[in-house]
């Protein structure tokens, strides 16, 4: 996003934001501010967390302040840069450099949040909020993907639940046996196609890095997946509906949708779908690591939501927003997270318990993330838009794999450049 973008959102956002200044009350005592984006468990976790925050620390304490997905990050940003608003925030990570740049949030102070012990107890994935030597956030919890699995589905085509697919080519395998088609028309897909969900983070870094290339450079400022490996990964996502009639993008409109109403054998989804999914009566699903290719090479993405010291946060208020960043960051509250959220410990000494790396359901999230990537998008949204017209390009339009990587390459580096300056 481009400093004028931002100073429009800053404009066009103050006057309907409506919020009050909060003030300390007391030398004695002193009130924060904490946000988040409305998601109905994440905001019952975070209460709970709040409630035992303060229960410890007595002179402290926290208000809770959601906001609707859709309009969460042109608040936080009108907010903040008038000053107002949290003391502490969460923020997407692919936000950070909009925030870090705009002198928003500030670095996490290393009395309380020392680099050396942040990368030795958090995954490396986690290294994506440091910026020029600084941390400026933590995450709670963090997701990455897994292949999720109809039990029934596979049983009824004489595979076994027990055994899902662990390579590319068997994940082909199993979708042409549990495909079903009426009149020609497909009426349960054998795997899922929706680059508007996940699938474009698939594709991205785990597909064109199994295929034998790197989607950018180190630092994400270019691109590279315009290459053979980044055509042969398009291509063998395309072909799932093309050739190999297996899939097909926009059946039953959403991915995950087709999944729960039990019209498809798999799905690639992260963590955020577990709660979902089982809630649903009477249906028997399985997760997976992602498949690996022929040489069992293995890739993932992982993402999460951080939080951050907003620049408001001075003196007393601070040092309450220390402690509370401990305390959302801490150990204790991770397993309530996963209890409550079902997302993933950001710590490895919380999500290598033997308890959870044995779970059928979270152990595949969890072994993925010590080979997971992030990438740190310059415009998520931008870049996820780039890769769907893409891939529409080759199944709408006939457009070959390699010259569809091509003008998605060229497009999203002029992207690139243009926000990142």
Do not use: C
Not at 59 to 72: L, R, S
Not at 117 to 138: S, T
């Amino acid at each position: 996003m481009s400093m004028r973008r931002l100073r429009d959102i800053i404009g066009g956002s103050l006057i309907a934001l409506g919020i009050a200044v909060s003030g300390a009350g007391s030398a004695q005592a002193v009130e924060i501010e904490y946000w988040q984006y409305v998601f109905d468990t994440r905001v019952k976790a975070m209460n709970r967390l709040i409630e035992e925050f303060q229960a410890a620390n007595p002179g402290i304490t926290v208000k809770h302040t959601t906001f609707p997905y859709a309009d969460y990050q042109t608040k936080v940003i009108a907010s903040a840069s008038a000053g107002i608003g949290p003391d502490v925030v969460q923020l997407f990570y692919g936000w950070l450099d909009l925030f870090v740049n705009a002198k928003l949030v500030q670095p996490l102070p290393k009395d309380t949040f020392p680099t050396e012990a942040i990368e030795k107890d958090f995954f490396p994935i986690v290294q994506a909020m440091k910026r020029n030597g600084e941390y400026y956030a933590l995450p709670t919890a963090v997701r990455s993907l897994a292949l999720f699995y109809n039990k029934k589905l596979f049983q009824e085509a004489g595979l076994d639940p027990a055994k899902p697919p662990q390579t590319l080519t068997e994940l082909l395998d199993a979708a042409k046996k549990t495909v079903k088609m009426e009149s020609g028309n497909m009426v349960s897909a054998g795997i899922t196609m929706d680059m508007a969900g996940q699938d474009h983070q698939w594709w991205r870094e785990v597909l064109v890095r199994q295929y034998g290339g790197v989607p950018y450079s180190d630092d994400y400022r270019k691109v590279t997946y315009n290459d053979k490996a980044g055509a042969d990964a398009l291509k063998f996502y395309t072909d799932l509906q093309t050739s190999e009639k297996v899939g097909q993008m926009g059946f039953m409109d959403e991915g995950q949708a087709a999944f729960r109403a039990g019209r498809a054998a798999m799905t690639i989804d992260g963590t955020f779908r577990i709660g979902s999914f089982k809630t649903i009566k009477d249906f028997e699903w399985g997760v997976a690591e992602l498949p690996a290719n022929a040489e069992g090479m293995r890739s993932n993405y992982a993402s999460y939501w951080t939080n951050a010291i907003t620049a408001k946060a001075k003196g007393e208020k601070l040092e309450a927003a220390k402690k509370f960043l401990a305390f959302v960051s801490s150990p204790k509250a991770m397993e309530l997270w996963l209890d409550a959220v079902g997302e993933l410990p950001a710590r490895r000494e919380v999500a290598q318990k033997p308890q959870y790396m044995n779970d059928p359901v979270y152990g595949p999230f969890l072994k993925a993330l010590d080979y997971s990537k992030v990438t740190l998008f310059v415009d998520e949204q931008a870049q996820r838009q780039i890769t769907m017209d893409m891939t529409n390009r080759v199944l709408i339009q006939g457009q070959e794999p390699q010259a569809a990587v091509d003008q998605a390459a060229k497009e999203e580096q002029a992207l690139i450049d243009r926000v990142a300056k």
